[in-house]
Structure formats: structure tokens, C-alpha cells
């Protein structure tokens, strides 16, 4: 009895120390999550990244400086002139919000910190919370072990690092914690049927809705997960309650967020939900009947069940269809025939075509992105078959899908990194954990001189065999000793032999040679090793740099290319506030954060009509382009140009999809034109049609004068046309790189009263006066 209680109280000593042991890993994966982000502000600068968090950027200082209700009423008249945003209506306001509120709490706490500073750092602080979320999804999967290894690999995994560094100021920085978290209430839920957690599951879909538009993927996923346990056989009350609520409660929230709305119900991709929730109160009466009814009427009644609910669904897919009959996209947004049919954007929306990160990734991605993951997630997968659970069967089918979608678009890449690191998580804690076992089940036998003919798996199966019996012992002198009658003896005799022999077979399948445990124990600590040293260099030098501030190393040292920040900083000092500046979409947002000037289209990109109406202007010669550019009221043009120093993503290289985009609305506008036998050339066999458009002319004007020749160093030839001048356009700044040139519109020209008189009265006998006269009013962009 001593003994017993002796060990019980060492068993929750252990639990105890292994609680306080675990909370502290957390705390410092935490810390390694936020830390590892912080390269790109030791290296360089406290600053905004990329594009679109500039206008995120924008967004925030403006709900703190005016309030939430002049944030919801907002209308920008800075950005899509003449059209102008409607900001509350068109925005995701999850990161907003959440910057906002973490600014206002700081600053009532009497931390002053700027808004700046606070957008900044909010990735690198949600990626920590992201990283305590994978570890409570993967402890509900297999356990704690597999949890905490999962964090740790979602903390420095290079595809999370990548939208998450310090500065990186974009929706996933929230969106993914919120994803990773709504599916750990989701399996919570599962695993207790608890309300509680149905609710909580409900309100994290409110919030991933409110953060990103890839939330879609959650009410797509869970359906998914629903109609599989319910063909499998393993529909339960608690699948139920982990599903009813979160398709009821979320929609009613996620219609509640602006940018959402009626969409919430009437958009093809939340309809899979719907038609699931139907099934599944179909398949919970059929299970209340069977438990009411004899077996004979409960035939009759699940014909009649049946019967009404397979009419019920058919009306449903009746209305559906009626619904999504009468839209061109059949009820679905263009990205999301993009996930489903990978040759759709490219052939009918150009404009989502463009977009480098939504094209498919290629395999050494992969490598890149999650490294020696891609590796470990097949044993992963195996795992969660041993035993399969409804939250493993989940974590499958999550995995499944983001590998596809992975494969469609390179930015999906996010989405598959937690699975991924859950699965590796997985796959490295049952590996460790066999491996161990082996290990201290044969350690001991290594002090002590085994008897002749005996192994050392023998051995350490012998040892579980004497523990086993020791345990029995136990058990059978702390039970009453009152004398068995023949027949119990010979029972208890069963049931002894049958304990020693289950742990003796279990065992045996776990125990592997000493030696073959101790180098696998070794050749895994080695993958971890490379697989921390390929994320801390992608963390450092591949997704640290800005895209605002380039830098480039050579045999005379570290070089800055400043020429963004330089050019926006021309643009708010020596430009009217209400200028208007035209350039391609790329450049939208941080044109209006940063120079504070109105633009023609933005990073939004919501009218396709208006960036074609600018893709048709820069592939346009130039005085139809400065036609199209003046009717829209524009004063300078802004250009990007890598020429001078190689930088490979300026609009050069963009060109064509300027040419498929405008030719995609205007029709005289055509991409064969600026092909040469189907290659796209700048040099002197490039087409007249590419040689006299207003982007080539933008981009290598006195371009001759820098070398000499017009080398170009990112298409690598000389440019065809060297000497040229500009008629409509005045160049006004160049940056110090020729990286970004901005372009005046020049003044029409008077009109001489005598010669219009002239002209006016000769218009009737010549014919080429009239065509002149025909040509000036006729429609610019056609």
C-alpha cells in the first residue's frame, strides 16, 4: 500500500515537473518566434515592407488619429481617381483593428510608441501566439510531445517567416494565427463536445473573417471534414456540436464584416457548408429515431427521413444552381476558379495572372520554404492513422488540401507551413519516442552481464515481463486473501497469462538494437541541426531585405539602393497635393502613403477596366498616351526602371502583362505586336510597335548617355533605339540609381487664332485637313 502511493505520488511530481518544464518551452518558442523575425530591423531599419503594407499602414493611422466611425465611413479620395474608395466597405479590418487596439492599450498604459512602430512589430508578435496555437491543435492531435515539437518548427519555418518578418505589415501576419487557432477549437470541440468551445470556434471564425479573404478555406475545410467522418461511419453528437454552431453563429458574424456582407450566403464558396448542414440533420434524426423507435419502425421511418431530406437537398441544389446560374463566374470569385482551375486566370483575368506570388511555385520552393518538412510530413501522415481519430482524420485532410492548393499558387505556400510543421511535429515525436524507449529498456542491461544466449532485446522484453508480473503481484497481495474456489483459480490464472502476453506483443514491436536507436537519435538531432541553420539564413538574408530599400553585395562592399523612398520623397515635396500621378498598379499604395498624392489605380486592384485603361496608355506611342493621361487629369508619371543597376522587377519586365491586361478591354491593343517571332525584345530587332510605345520610351530615354552604348543589364543586350526624344513628356527626376523616373506631362499647345481661322476655312476643299480633324476627335483609348 506504501509502495503504491509511493509511486503514485512520484507519477504527479513527474506530471507536475513535466506541466512546469512544457509552459517554459513554450515561453522561450515564443521568444525564439518573435526574435528570429527581428533581422530585417537589426540589419537595416524599423520600416513598412513590401506594398500592400503600405496601405494597411495608411489605414491604421487613420482609424487612430479619427476614431472607428470615421474609419468605416471613410471615403479615400487619394487612391482609383476619379473613382475614389469607399475604405470601410472594402477592406478586411482585422489587422487594422488589432494594431489599432495593441496601439491604444500601449499608449493608456503610458508606452508611447508610434504607429509605426506598432505595425512593425505586430507579425513578429502573432507569429509567437501562432506558435502556441500549433502546439494546442497538435496536442489535441497526439499529444504534448508532438505539440511542443510542432511549435518549434512553426516558429522558424521560412514559409511562415516569409509574411511575418518584422515590417511585414500584410493580413496574414494575423490571419494565420487565427487559422491554426479556429481549427484547434474545431478539434477541441471534437474531442469534448463541449458548447463552450463550439462558441469559442464560432468567434475565431468571426475573426479570421474580419483578417483575411482565405477564410473561405476554413467554412470549405470543416464541411469537408464533416461529410467524411458521416460516410465513415463516425458520426457522433459531438461532430454535431462542433459543426451546427460555427455554420449558424459564423455566418450571422462573418455577414456582419462589410467587405463580406450577403456574400457570407450568396457566393458559391460557402455554399458546401450550407448543403453539409442540411446533411447532417439529416443523419442526427435518423440516429434520434433509431434510438426511440423499435428496429421495424425504424425502417419505416428512415425511409420517410430519407426520403423528405434527399427532397430537401434537392430543392436546396435547385436554388443553388438558379442562383449561380445567372453569374458569368457561376457564383465564384476570380481566385477561386483560379485554386480550382490553375489555367482560368491566365486565360479570362490577366490582371490575377500577373501577380508573381499566384503563380505555381517550382520544387526547390519547397526546399526553400519548408525545407526538410517536406521529408517528414508522409511519416506524419502515417501516424495519424495509429490510431485514426476524428482529429487526426482532420489533420489529413487539412494537409491534403494545402499541398494541392500549395501547388496552384506559391502564396499558399502559408497555408500549408502549420500543416506541415504538425505533421513533422508528429512524425519527430513518435520517432523520438520509440526511439528512447529502445534505449532505456536496453540501457541497463549494458552495466550487468547478460546470462549466455541472450540478446539485448531479450533482455529489455524479459525486464517488461518482470514488470508486468511484479505488477500483478502487487495487485494480488493487496486484494483480500480469502481462498478461491477452483473455478476462480483457474480464471485468475487466464487473466494472468493474458496480461503478461499483451505487453510482451506490444513491446516487441516497439523495442528496436540499441544501436540502430542511438544513430537514429543522432541522424535526427543532424536534420534538426541543418534544418535550423537553413531557417536562420532564410530568416536573415532571404526574406529580411525590404523591398523599399535594396541592397546588393560586391567586391567593394555593401551597396544601398535608396531610389523608392527618394522618389516618393520628390514627389510630396515638389508636387501639388493635389497632383495626380499615373504608374502601374504595383506602386499605387506606396505612392499614396508615402508622397501623400493621388493615383490613378493601386494595389487593390478592384476595376480592371481602370488598370487596362493604363495598361493602354504606357503600350500606347506617345501623344495617344498623353491623350488618354490628360483625360484622366494626370501630371507626372512615375517609371521603374532596373536597367542601370540590374534590378529584374521593373516595368520592362512587366510589360507584356500591361499589353494582355489593356488588350484584355481595348482590342486594338494586341501582344503579338511587341513580339518578335514570339520573343519579347528591347534591342534593335524588336518590333516598331514595342520601340515606339511609351514605356519603352519612359524607361531608356538618355538611358545611351549612362555608358555609352545602352546596355541593358537585366535583359543583358543593347537597347534598339538609342537616340530619341520626348515630345509630350518632360522628364523631371531621376533617382540616383535611374531605378524610379518621373515624367511631366507637357502643356497642350495654344491654339494661333489666325492659323485655326486657316485652317478652319481650308477644311472644306482638303481632304487631309478633315482626316487631321477627324483624328483629334476621335476616342483616345480606342
Same mark, same amino acid.
Given at each position: 500500500?506504501?509502495?503504491?502511493?509511493?509511486?503514485?505520488?512520484?507519477?504527479?511530481?513527474?506530471?507536475?515537473?513535466?506541466?512546469?518544464?512544457?509552459?517554459?518551452?513554450?515561453?522561450?518558442?515564443?521568444?525564439?518566434?518573435?526574435?528570429?523575425?527581428?533581422?530585417?530591423?537589426?540589419?537595416?531599419?524599423?520600416?513598412?515592407?513590401?506594398?500592400?503594407?503600405?496601405?494597411?499602414?495608411?489605414?491604421?493611422?487613420?482609424?487612430?488619429?479619427?476614431?472607428?466611425?470615421?474609419?468605416?465611413?471613410?471615403?479615400?479620395?487619394?487612391?482609383?481617381? #476619379?473613382?475614389?474608395?469607399?475604405?470601410?466597405?472594402?477592406?478586411?479590418?482585422?489587422?487594422?483593428?488589432?494594431?489599432?487596439?495593441?496601439?491604444?492599450?500601449?499608449?493608456?498604459?503610458?508606452?508611447?510608441?508610434?504607429?509605426?512602430?506598432?505595425?512593425?512589430?505586430?507579425?513578429?508578435?502573432?507569429?509567437?501566439?501562432?506558435?502556441?496555437?500549433?502546439?494546442?491543435?497538435?496536442?489535441?492531435?497526439?499529444?504534448?510531445?508532438?505539440?511542443?515539437?510542432?511549435?518549434?518548427?512553426?516558429? %522558424?519555418?521560412?514559409?511562415?517567416? =516569409?509574411?511575418?518578418?518584422?515590417?511585414?505589415?500584410?493580413?496574414?501576419?494575423?490571419?494565420?494565427?487565427?487559422?491554426?487557432?479556429?481549427?484547434?477549437?474545431?478539434?477541441?470541440?471534437?474531442?469534448?463536445?463541449?458548447?463552450?468551445?463550439?462558441?469559442?470556434?464560432?468567434?475565431?471564425?468571426?475573426?479570421?473573417?474580419?483578417?483575411?479573404?482565405?477564410?473561405?478555406?476554413?467554412?470549405?475545410?470543416?464541411?469537408?471534414?464533416?461529410?467524411?467522418?458521416?460516410?465513415?461511419?463516425?458520426?457522433?453528437?459531438?461532430?454535431?456540436?462542433?459543426?451546427?454552431?460555427?455554420?449558424?453563429?459564423?455566418?450571422?458574424?462573418?455577414?456582419?464584416?462589410?467587405?463580406?456582407?450577403?456574400?457570407?450566403?450568396?457566393?458559391?464558396?460557402?455554399?458546401?457548408?450550407?448543403?453539409?448542414?442540411?446533411?447532417?440533420?439529416?443523419?442526427?434524426?435518423?440516429?434520434?429515431?433509431?434510438?426511440? %423507435?423499435?428496429?421495424?419502425?425504424?425502417?419505416?421511418?428512415?425511409?420517410?427521413?430519407?426520403?423528405?431530406?434527399?427532397?430537401?437537398?434537392?430543392?436546396?441544389?435547385?436554388?443553388?444552381?438558379?442562383?449561380?446560374?445567372?453569374?458569368?463566374?457561376?457564383?465564384?470569385?476570380?481566385?477561386?476558379?483560379?485554386?480550382?482551375? *490553375?489555367?482560368?486566370?491566365?486565360?479570362?483575368?490577366?490582371?490575377?495572372?500577373?501577380?508573381?506570388?499566384?503563380?505555381?511555385?517550382?520544387?526547390?520552393?519547397?526546399? @526553400?520554404?519548408?525545407?526538410?518538412?517536406?521529408?517528414?510530413?508522409?511519416?506524419?501522415?502515417?501516424?495519424?492513422?495509429?490510431?485514426?481519430?476524428?482529429?487526426?482524420?482532420? @489533420?489529413? %485532410?487539412?494537409?491534403?488540401?494545402?499541398?494541392?492548393f500549395s501547388g496552384v499558387m506559391v502564396r499558399l505556400m502559408l497555408v500549408l507551413a502549420p500543416a506541415a510543421c504538425i505533421m513533422s511535429g508528429i512524425a519527430l515525436s513518435e520517432a523520438f519516442d520509440v526511439f528512447t524507449?529502445?534505449?532505456?529498456?536496453?540501457? *541497463?542491461?549494458?552495466?550487468?552481464?547478460?546470462?549466455?544466449?541472450?540478446?539485448?532485446?531479450?533482455?529489455?522484453?524479459?525486464?517488461?515481463?518482470?514488470?508486468?508480473?511484479?505488477?500483478?503481484?502487487?495487485?494480488?497481495?493487496?486484494?483480500?486473501?480469502?481462498?478461491?474456489?477452483?473455478?476462480?483459480?483457474?480464471?485468475?490464472?487466464?487473466?494472468?497469462?493474458?496480461?503478461?502476453?499483451? #505487453?510482451?506483443?506490444?513491446?516487441?514491436?516497439?523495442?528496436?538494437?540499441?544501436?540502430? =536507436?542511438?544513430?537514429?537519435?543522432?541522424?535526427?538531432?543532424?536534420?534538426?541541426?541543418?534544418?535550423?541553420?537553413?531557417?536562420?539564413?532564410?530568416?536573415?538574408?532571404?526574406? =529580411?531585405? #525590404?523591398?523599399?530599400?535594396?541592397?546588393?553585395?560586391?567586391?567593394?562592399?555593401?551597396?544601398?539602393?535608396?531610389?523608392?523612398?527618394?522618389?516618393?520623397?520628390?514627389?510630396?515635396?515638389?508636387?501639388?497635393?493635389?497632383?495626380?500621378?499615373? =504608374?502601374?498598379?504595383? !506602386?499605387? !499604395?506606396?505612392?499614396?502613403?508615402?508622397?501623400?498624392?493621388?493615383?490613378?489605380?493601386?494595389?487593390?486592384?478592384?476595376?480592371?477596366?481602370? /488598370?487596362?485603361?493604363?495598361?493602354?496608355?504606357?503600350?500606347?506611342?506617345?501623344?495617344?498616351?498623353?491623350?488618354?493621361?490628360?483625360?484622366?487629369?494626370?501630371?507626372?508619371? %512615375?517609371?521603374?526602371?532596373?536597367?542601370?543597376?540590374?534590378?529584374?522587377?521593373?516595368?520592362?519586365?512587366?510589360?507584356?502583362? @500591361?499589353?494582355?491586361?489593356?488588350?484584355?478591354?481595348?482590342?486594338?491593343?494586341?501582344e503579338p505586336d511587341y513580339l518578335r517571332d514570339g520573343q519579347y525584345r528591347i534591342d534593335a530587332q524588336a518590333t516598331p510597335t514595342m520601340l515606339n510605345c511609351l514605356m519603352y520610351k519612359l524607361s531608356y530615354y538618355r538611358?545611351?548617355?549612362?555608358?555609352?552604348?545602352?546596355?541593358?543589364?537585366?535583359?543583358?543586350?543593347?537597347?534598339?533605339?538609342?537616340?530619341?526624344?520626348?515630345?509630350?513628356?518632360?522628364?523631371?527626376?531621376?533617382?540616383?540609381?535611374?531605378?524610379?523616373? /518621373?515624367?511631366?506631362?507637357? #502643356?497642350?499647345?495654344?491654339?494661333?487664332?489666325?492659323?485655326?481661322?486657316?485652317?478652319?476655312?481650308?477644311?472644306?476643299?482638303?481632304?487631309?485637313?478633315?482626316?487631321?480633324?477627324?483624328?483629334?476627335?476621335?476616342?483616345?483609348?480606342?
Amino acid at each position: 500500500m506504501a509502495a503504491s502511493s509511493e509511486t503514485k505520488g512520484e507519477g504527479t511530481l513527474r506530471k507536475a515537473f513535466g506541466g512546469v518544464l512544457g509552459f517554459f518551452i513554450l515561453l522561450l518558442i515564443g521568444a525564439l518566434a518573435f526574435s528570429i523575425r527581428l533581422f530585417s530591423v537589426i540589419k537595416y531599419e524599423s520600416v513598412i515592407h513590401e506594398f500592400d503594407p503600405y496601405f494597411n499602414y495608411r489605414v491604421t493611422q487613420f482609424l487612430t488619429k479619427n476614431g472607428i466611425y470615421d474609419f468605416w465611413n471613410w471615403f479615400d479620395d487619394r487612391t482609383w481617381y #476619379p473613382l475614389g474608395r469607399v475604405i470601410g466597405g472594402t477592406v478586411y479590418p482585422g489587422l487594422t483593428l488589432t494594431a489599432g487596439s495593441i496601439w491604444w492599450l500601449l499608449n493608456n498604459l503610458n508606452i508611447p510608441l508610434s504607429v509605426e512602430t506598432v505595425c512593425v512589430f505586430t507579425a513578429p508578435i502573432f507569429s509567437a501566439n501562432a506558435s502556441w496555437a500549433t502546439y494546442l491543435l497538435t496536442k489535441e492531435v497526439k499529444g504534448t510531445g508532438a505539440g511542443l515539437t510542432a511549435a518549434a518548427l512553426l516558429a %522558424l519555418v521560412p514559409s511562415y517567416i =516569409s509574411r511575418s518578418v518584422a515590417g511585414s505589415y500584410d493580413n496574414e501576419a494575423v490571419a494565420i494565427f487565427a487559422l491554426i487557432f479556429t481549427f484547434y477549437l474545431y478539434t477541441k470541440t471534437l474531442n469534448t463536445g463541449s458548447l463552450f468551445y463550439a462558441t469559442l470556434n464560432a468567434l475565431s471564425y468571426f475573426y479570421m473573417v474580419c483578417s483575411w479573404g482565405g477564410y473561405t478555406f476554413i467554412i470549405n475545410l470543416i464541411p469537408m471534414h464533416v461529410l467524411l467522418c458521416i460516410v465513415t461511419g463516425r458520426y457522433s453528437p459531438r461532430l454535431y456540436i462542433a459543426y451546427a454552431p460555427l455554420v449558424v453563429l459564423g455566418t450571422l458574424l462573418a455577414s456582419l464584416v462589410p467587405v463580406v456582407g450577403f456574400n457570407a450566403v450568396m457566393t458559391s464558396e460557402h455554399f458546401a457548408s450550407f448543403l453539409v448542414f442540411i446533411i447532417i440533420h439529416v443523419v442526427a434524426l435518423v440516429y434520434y429515431i433509431k434510438g426511440i %423507435l423499435s428496429p421495424k419502425m425504424f425502417k419505416v421511418a428512415v425511409t420517410l427521413v430519407v426520403t423528405i431530406g434527399i427532397a430537401v437537398c434537392c430543392a436546396v441544389l435547385a436554388i443553388l444552381i438558379a442562383l449561380v446560374a445567372s453569374s458569368p463566374t457561376k457564383g465564384w470569385s476570380g481566385r477561386s476558379l483560379s485554386l480550382l482551375d *490553375p489555367t482560368y486566370a491566365s486565360k479570362y483575368i490577366p490582371i490575377i495572372a500577373s501577380v508573381s506570388e499566384h503563380q505555381p511555385p517550382t520544387w526547390p520552393s519547397y526546399f @526553400m520554404d519548408i525545407n526538410v518538412l517536406a521529408f517528414l510530413v508522409p511519416a506524419g501522415i502515417v501516424a495519424c492513422f495509429l490510431p485514426l481519430s476524428d482529429a487526426s482524420s482532420f @489533420m489529413v %485532410l487539412y494537409i491534403t488540401t494545402s499541398v494541392y492548393f500549395s501547388g496552384v499558387m506559391v502564396r499558399l505556400m502559408l497555408v500549408l507551413a502549420p500543416a506541415a510543421c504538425i505533421m513533422s511535429g508528429i512524425a519527430l515525436s513518435e520517432a523520438f519516442d520509440v526511439f528512447t524507449r529502445s534505449i532505456k529498456l536496453q540501457l *541497463p542491461k549494458l552495466f550487468e552481464s547478460p546470462p549466455p544466449g541472450s540478446g539485448d532485446i531479450d533482455s529489455a522484453q524479459d525486464e517488461v515481463v518482470k514488470v508486468d508480473n511484479k505488477a500483478a503481484t502487487d495487485k494480488s497481495e493487496t486484494a483480500p486473501k480469502e481462498r478461491p474456489s477452483k473455478k476462480n483459480r483457474k480464471k485468475e490464472k487466464e487473466i494472468v497469462e493474458t496480461t503478461i502476453k499483451r #505487453p510482451l506483443k506490444a513491446k516487441r514491436l516497439l523495442v528496436l538494437p540499441l544501436e540502430a =536507436s542511438a544513430v537514429a537519435i543522432l541522424l535526427l538531432i543532424i536534420l534538426g541541426a541543418f534544418y535550423v541553420v537553413h531557417c536562420v539564413w532564410a530568416a536573415a538574408e532571404a526574406y =529580411s531585405a #525590404p523591398s523599399i530599400v535594396l541592397t546588393s553585395h560586391s567586391h567593394d562592399g555593401l551597396h544601398v539602393f535608396d531610389d523608392f523612398r527618394e522618389a516618393y520623397a520628390w514627389l510630396r515635396h515638389n508636387t501639388d497635393v493635389d497632383d495626380k500621378v499615373a =504608374s502601374w498598379w504595383d !506602386y499605387g !499604395y506606396q505612392t499614396t502613403a508615402m508622397a501623400n498624392r493621388t493615383v490613378i489605380v493601386d494595389n487593390n486592384t478592384w476595376n480592371n477596366t481602370h /488598370i487596362a485603361t493604363v495598361g493602354t496608355a504606357m503600350s500606347s506611342p506617345e501623344k495617344p498616351a498623353w491623350e488618354i493621361f490628360n483625360s484622366l487629369d494626370v501630371k507626372y508619371v %512615375l517609371v521603374v526602371f532596373g536597367g542601370l543597376v540590374g534590378y529584374p522587377s521593373d516595368d520592362i519586365n512587366k510589360f507584356l502583362w @500591361m499589353v494582355r491586361i489593356g488588350g484584355g478591354v481595348f482590342p486594338h491593343i494586341r501582344e503579338p505586336d511587341y513580339l518578335r517571332d514570339g520573343q519579347y525584345r528591347i534591342d534593335a530587332q524588336a518590333t516598331p510597335t514595342m520601340l515606339n510605345c511609351l514605356m519603352y520610351k519612359l524607361s531608356y530615354y538618355r538611358f545611351v548617355e549612362t555608358d555609352g552604348k545602352g546596355f541593358d543589364r537585366v535583359r543583358r543586350t543593347e537597347i534598339g533605339k538609342k537616340h530619341f526624344k520626348l515630345t509630350h513628356f518632360e522628364e523631371v527626376f531621376t533617382t540616383h540609381h535611374w531605378m524610379v523616373r /518621373i515624367y511631366k506631362l507637357k #502643356p497642350p499647345k495654344n491654339r494661333i487664332r489666325g492659323k485655326s481661322k486657316k485652317s478652319k476655312s481650308n477644311s472644306k476643299t482638303s481632304p487631309s485637313n478633315s482626316r487631321r480633324h477627324g483624328n483629334l476627335r476621335k476616342n483616345p483609348w480606342q
